[in-house]
């Protein structure tokens, strides 16, 4: 329950409806209604959601295939096979992955994710979707129980340690990366960050007017700053 | 005028700005506590059903169920699979490769159509972008196993009913006129019924569904969401569009 105040509109929703159940404060009831239009619009807008994203998506800037070096392992991580509510494009990451595998920069794949309601694991799907696009399913390793980040790097250490893997090629959505590749790193991994699913590429010009899709945007970076900073509390990073 | 009219559509039709409107003529009517506080609650009620799943699975499902998911093998074979754009990020300055995005599953889907040999040749429509997005898409089915001679091209389209149109006069010309139409479903009511219009045997073959993967019940489905508050957003705007083509006769 705690998780809907990182939610924008659910932080909205609990301003408005604590200043409709005090009404009779009215100078209270005010103030409160303001910030949540304060909040509506500000978050709403092309120019914050560019900002959050792009503060996340810029640690690890995309340099290309060719600039990334050879190593022991691709890494990929899920994030949700499909989940209705994310726009984050685990697929994305899924087809990075197989353009590093094509052009050799690893010849072992490792799919980490679990979790996917009434269905095969979701670690298991992407090595499926894998090999239906080609790799052999000798090059493909699957870690089908993290339901976390925390989890992906705890639960695929020992799978990746047992074959003598210490330097990987960590493929996630560049607003994940900071917080991916830190945690690969607290648990002894040498990583070499290969971001994809860049949200800002090529994106028209900002809309000057609030809009759904930028409140959605700022939501999405929000809760992965706040992400990292828990991560960083419990000394995960 | 066009641009104009597209423009303040973007922003009224957008029920977040509903919800601002709202408690922004809330906050200026301030001084008369009972209109304002009408105004205030209604601007939370707006913001609560939009931002539910169970709100955007009701106006996505509304889409979305008139051609509902059918399994491949229950498909009939056509003569060509077309498969409509705004699936990619295509390449920019800074990325050298596309990048897939939620409708993307149109993609991947129209391959699977063509492994399962439903029809023998993939057209690709879309001409938005630096390099029209039909070219971008036919390079990632290249990319999957699509010989390129099985792959056709309409890369001048800007919108749905150009889609319709521009495909029809390429395929026409090569004799065919039944296919499978790819796209995501909460758009294929109004592609379905523009790629008629122009002229198709259309058989609808939907993509990207956006309900039907379950977990949303109970209270879950009343927490509030910023996602659902854009599929709300896209569902409506969806409606909307329905009705103009509808109201121009294009479908």
């Known amino acids: 329950m705690a998780h809907i105040f990182f939610y924008l509109s659910g932080f909205n929703l609990l301003l408005l409806t604590t200043a409709a159940l005090g009404w009779k404060r009215s100078l209270a009831s005010r103030w409160l209604c303001l910030a949540a239009l304060f909040f509506s619009a500000i978050f709403s807008s092309s120019a914050a959601a560019r900002a959050l994203v792009w503060a996340l998506e810029n640690r690890y800037p995309d340099h290309g295939i060719e600039s990334l070096p050879r190593a022991q392992a691709i890494v990929v991580l899920g994030g949700a096979y499909h989940a209705p509510g994310d726009s984050i494009n685990p697929t994305d990451r899924l087809l990075y992955a197989l353009q590093l595998y094509r052009v050799g920069r690893a010849p072992l794949v490792i799919c980490t994710g679990g979790g996917l309601p009434n269905e095969a694991n979701e670690a298991e799907l992407m090595g499926r979707l894998l090999q239906k696009w080609g790799v052999p399913p000798a090059a493909i390793l699957t870690e089908g129980r993290s339901l976390s980040t925390w989890e992906n790097a705890l639960f695929s250490s020992p799978v990746l340690k047992a074959r003598g893997i210490r330097q990987i090629l960590l493929v996630t959505s560049a607003l994940h990366m900071p917080r991916a590749a830190a945690v690969f790193r607290k648990v002894g991994f040498e990583v070499i960050p290969a971001p994809t699913d860049f949200q800002k590429r090529g994106a028209p010009g900002g809309r000057l007017f609030p809009n759904a899709y930028d409140l959605e945007w700022s939501d999405q970076a929000l809760r992965e700053w706040v992400g990292l900073l828990v991560y960083r509390l419990r000394g995960w990073v | ?251």
């Open chain 2, 1 to 251: 005028m066009e641009t104009f009219l597209s423009g303040m559509a973007e922003v009224l039709l957008d029920p977040l700005n509903w919800s601002i409107f709202l408690l922004t003529a809330g906050i200026l009517a301030w001084k008369k506590l009972r209109v304002s506080r009408c105004l205030c609650v209604a601007a939370l009620l707006l913001l609560a059903v939009f931002s539910s799943p169970s709100g955007s699975a009701a106006l996505l499902g509304a889409l979305e169920s008139r051609y509902p998911d059918v399994a491949i093998a229950a498909l009939p074979r056509a003569q060509a699979i077309v498969v409509l754009g705004g699936a990619l990020h295509a390449p920019g300055f800074q990325h050298e490769n596309s990048g897939l995005i939620g409708s993307s599953d149109r993609i991947l889907h129209a391959l699977r159509l063509y492994r399962a040999g439903r029809a023998p040749v993939v057209m690709c429509s879309g001409g938005l972008g630096r390099t029209p997005e039909a070219l971008v898409m036919s390079r990632l089915l290249q990319e999957w196993g699509v010989p390129s001679e099985a792959l056709l091209l309409e890369d001048h389209s800007l919108n749905t009913r150009e889609n319709a149109l521009f495909s029809y006069s390429a395929l026409n010309t090569r004799g065919m006129r039944h296919i499978l139409l790819v796209t995501s479903a909460v758009h294929m009511p109004r592609a379905a019924a523009a790629f008629r219009k122009a002229g198709f045997d259309v058989t609808p073959a939907p993509a990207d569904f956006r309900t039907g993967w379950g977990g949303q019940g109970g209270l879950i489905g009343w927490l509030p969401h910023a996602s659902d508050l854009m599929w709300s957003e896209r569902a409506v705007k969806e409606c909307v569009g329905l009705l103009v083509y509808r109201l121009r006769g294009w479908i």
